[in-house]
Nanobody, 123 residues
Framework: QVQLVESGGGLVQAGGSLRLSCAAS????????MGWFRQAPGKEREFVVG????????YYADSVKGRFTISRDNAKNTVYLQMNSLKPEDTAVYYC????????????????WGQGTQVTVSS
C-alpha cells in the first residue's frame, strides 16, 4: 500500500493560516490523485479537496472554496493544502488520502490514508 506522511497541523487563531503537506512513498503516480478529508469530533469524515496527478484538476468542498488551495508536486509525490481564513469550524483531524485511478472525493474511493494531523482553530 502507498504510505502517506502528512504534516503541518497545529493551533491557529481564527483568520489565520496553515499549510499541510502530504508526501507519498516512492512510487510513480500517473493516474488517480490525492486529497484531504477531515473529521471533527462526533462528525463523519468529510471530503475537503482533491487533485488529479495528471491534469491537476481540483475539487473543493463548498465549505472551503475560496479559502483553501490544493497544489501538487508530481516529482515529489507530494500535495499541499494551503488553508487561509481559518474558522473554528475547520477544527478537525485532517487526513491525507490517495486513490490509484481516481481523484479521492469520497471516503469509499480512498485507497490509502495518512495518519492524520490535528488542526485546531481557536476563536
Amino acid at each position: 500500500q502507498v504510505q502517506l506522511v502528512e504534516s503541518g497541523g497545529g493551533l491557529v487563531q481564527a483568520g489565520g493560516s496553515l499549510r499541510l503537506s502530504c508526501a507519498a512513498s516512492g512510487r510513480s503516480f500517473s493516474s488517480g490523485g490525492m486529497g484531504w478529508f477531515r473529521q471533527a469530533p462526533g462528525k463523519e469524515r468529510e471530503f475537503v479537496v482533491g487533485i488529479s496527478w495528471s491534469g491537476g484538476s481540483t475539487y473543493y468542498a463548498d465549505s472551503v472554496k475560496g479559502r483553501f488551495t490544493i497544489s501538487r508536486d508530481n516529482a515529489k509525490n507530494t500535495v499541499y493544502l494551503q488553508m487561509n481564513s481559518l474558522k473554528p469550524e475547520d477544527t478537525a483531524v485532517y487526513y491525507c488520502a490517495a486513490a490509484a485511478l481516481t481523484i479521492p472525493t469520497r471516503v469509499s474511493s480512498v485507497g490509502s490514508w495518512g495518519q492524520g494531523t490535528q488542526v485546531t482553530v481557536s476563536s
